[in-house]
């Protein structure tokens, strides 16, 4: 197969080298031609677990070329995969131009039948505005198939190797079947393809993160409740994850959701039901749950330390908005940290992969660590936003000597409380009550 990826993002980028894996020929194209340049180079821009040694073993054998320049990508694949980004909007839609701009280049650049599959999250009814697009600049024929993709971030390239399921949206059988083939590596077990129409497979993927979105403040609304009740919100997580009609997965309580993800695709989805006068309260009471999550815990350090915020130094172990990816985007740590900052406290900070993204993102005002350990030199307190495996069996020991003072904020409930009081830690976590101090 030979396949075009425009858009060398995170989702690209996976798929990309996840498709030159399972012996497909792919073209990376971007028009951010510094980033090309880089994967030229080796140099990967994003960190992936495992993603790395895909993209430059399938660069050396040949099966993936990195470039700047659409036509030739066109020229060379007989599906062309959209995979731009989709940002949010200032009125919480989602911003399609870049979508329609690639789509137009496909239609004036077009010479021959191709399949265009869009992987990027889009609204319901892009598939004919994109559609029409390509329509404007060309009488070629081609085909559309809407293809959302449902890899997480910190597992992407597992998740597309082994997916859950497919969803190959078109009303077509012959593009089926070749979609079917492109994607048959990643099937072996099983098949595990969900073949609908366009407009159900847009819609199915903002489903998706509206309901593990809703799991998460679900939680994130119970916690405050334990925490006034002096109930534990893990027992009741556990109580109700081994319920099978429930299941346990995308129920930790935490500092909220963040990622380029959730946030955005709740916003665009309110804004879909507004365009169509439903009011869509539940996402709007999910977003208000994960907006008040985040400040309640920022909050709850800014009190701990009230009158004396100018003086205080946190270490803070994790930046990136969940363990194993350096991606910051709408991070609750970046929220929080902002906070301390905006109250002059003095932050520094260690993430194993996110210090740099970290550092642009909060304009260089955090100082960063190589190692966890670092950060907590003359520190007040530790507060910890990800749950790296690195930060889940800490030398608690250490932690009570570089400390000032022996305290740690838990955004991720890392921890047994009643172990971690007896190394003579005042502890505060999600949802139970504070033990020691
Ligand atoms: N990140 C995720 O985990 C994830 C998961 C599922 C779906 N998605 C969706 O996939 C889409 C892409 O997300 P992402 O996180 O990979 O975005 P990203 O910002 O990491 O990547 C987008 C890429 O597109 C490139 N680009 C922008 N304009 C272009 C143009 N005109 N021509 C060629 N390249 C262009 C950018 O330079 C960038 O490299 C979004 O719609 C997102 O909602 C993301």
């Given amino acids: 197969m030979n396949v075009c990826v425009v858009g060398v993002g995170y989702v690209g980028l996976v798929t990309a080298g996840c498709l030159?894996?399972?012996?497909?020929?792919?073209?990376?194209?971007?028009?951010?031609s510094e980033k090309i340049a880089c994967l030229k180079d080796g140099v990967i821009p994003i960190y992936e677990p495992g993603l790395a040694e895909i993209v430059k073993h399938n660069e050396k054998?040949?099966?993936?070329?990195?470039?700047?320049?659409?036509?030739?990508?066109?020229?060379?694949?007989?599906?062309?995969?959209?995979?731009?980004?989709?940002?949010?909007?200032?009125d919480g839609s989602a911003d399609i131009s870049t979508i329609l701009s690639v789509a137009a280049q496909i239609g004036e650049n077009i010479n021959d039948y191709r399949i265009v599959a869009t992987k990027s999250t889009v609204p319901v009814g892009t598939y004919k505005?994109?559609?029409?697009?390509?329509?404007?600049?060309?009488?070629?024929?081609?085909?559309?198939?809407?293809?959302?993709?449902?890899?997480?971030?910190?597992?992407?390239?597992?998740?597309?190797?082994?997916?859950?399921?497919?969803?190959?949206?078109?009303?077509?059988?012959?593009?089926?079947?070749?979609?079917?083939?492109?994607?048959?590596?990643?099937?072996?077990?099983?098949?595990?393809f969900l073949f609908m129409d366009p407009a159900s497979a847009e819609i199915t993927k903002y489903a998706s993160n509206f309901m593990l979105a809703?799991?998460?403040?679900?939680?994130?609304?119970?916690?405050?409740?334990?925490?006034?009740?002096?109930?534990?919100?893990?027992?009741?997580?556990?109580?109700?994850?081994?319920?099978?009609?429930?299941?346990?997965?995308f129920?930790?309580?935490?500092?909220?959701?963040?990622?380029?993800?959730?946030?955005?695709?709740?916003?665009?989805?309110?804004?879909?039901?507004?365009?169509?006068h439903?009011?869509?309260?539940?996402?709007?009471?999910?977003?208000?749950?994960?907006?008040?999550?985040q400040q309640r815990f920022a909050q709850r350090i800014i009190n701990f330390f009230k009158g004396k915020e100018d003086k205080t130094v946190l270490a803070v172990w994790g930046l990136a908005f969940k363990a194993k990816t350096n991606d910051v985007r709408e991070s609750p740590a970046i929220f929080c940290v902002k906070k301390f900052l905006d109250c002059k406290m003095k932050i520094k900070a260690y993430d194993p992969e996110a210090n740099t993204t970290a550092m642009e993102a909060l304009n260089g005002k955090i100082?960063?660590?190589?190692?966890?350990?670092?950060?907590?030199?003359?520190?007040?307190?530790?507060?910890?936003?990800?749950?790296?495996?690195?930060?889940?069996?800490?030398?608690?020991?250490?932690?009570?000597?570089?400390?000032?003072?022996?305290?740690?904020?838990?955004?991720?409930?890392?921890?047994?409380?009643?172990?971690?009081?007896?190394?003579?830690?005042?502890?505060?976590?999600?949802?139970?009550?504070?033990?020691?101090?």
């Avoid at 030159?20 to 951010?32: F, P």
């Avoid at 030199?377 to 003072?405: G, H, M, S, Y």
Wanted: aromatic fraction near 8%; include cysteine; hydrophobic fraction near 35%.
């Fill in 214 to 249: 809703t799991r998460i403040s679900i939680m994130n609304e119970l916690s405050e409740l334990c925490e006034k009740l002096g109930a534990d919100i893990e027992l009741i997580r556990q109580g109700i994850g081994s319920d099978s009609r429930i299941g346990s997965a």
């Fill in 129 to 192: 505005r994109v559609t029409d697009a390509i329509k404007k600049k060309t009488e070629i024929p081609f085909d559309y198939v809407s293809n959302p993709e449902f890899m997480k971030e910190g597992a992407a390239v597992e998740d597309f190797m082994r997916p859950d399921k497919i969803i190959i949206g078109t009303t077509n059988p012959a593009v089926r079947e070749i979609m079917k083939q492109l994607y048959s590596p990643f099937m072996r077990k099983s098949s595990r």
């Fill in 61 to 90: 054998v040949g099966r993936l070329q990195f470039t700047t320049d659409l036509k030739y990508g066109l020229d060379n694949s007989l599906i062309i995969f959209i995979a731009v980004g989709t940002p949010s909007t200032s």
């Fill in 20 to 32: 030159a894996e399972g012996g497909s020929n792919v073209v990376c194209v971007d028009n951010d």
């Fill in 278 to 293: 439903i009011e869509m309260a539940i996402a709007k009471s999910v977003q208000k749950v994960n907006i008040n999550q």
């Fill in 367 to 437: 100082e960063t660590f190589q190692n966890g350990y670092g950060a907590l030199d003359d520190a007040d307190a530790l507060v910890i936003f990800t749950d790296w495996q690195e930060f889940r069996n800490p030398d608690f020991e250490v932690i009570t000597k570089k400390l000032k003072k022996p305290v740690i904020f838990d955004g991720r409930n890392l921890y047994d409380p009643a172990y971690v009081k007896k190394q003579g830690i005042e502890y505060h976590c999600i949802g139970r009550a504070p033990i020691g101090g």
């Fill in 251 to 276: 129920l930790f309580p935490g500092v909220g959701f963040g990622g380029s993800c959730l946030p955005k695709d709740i916003r665009a989805l309110i804004h879909t039901g507004s365009t169509h």
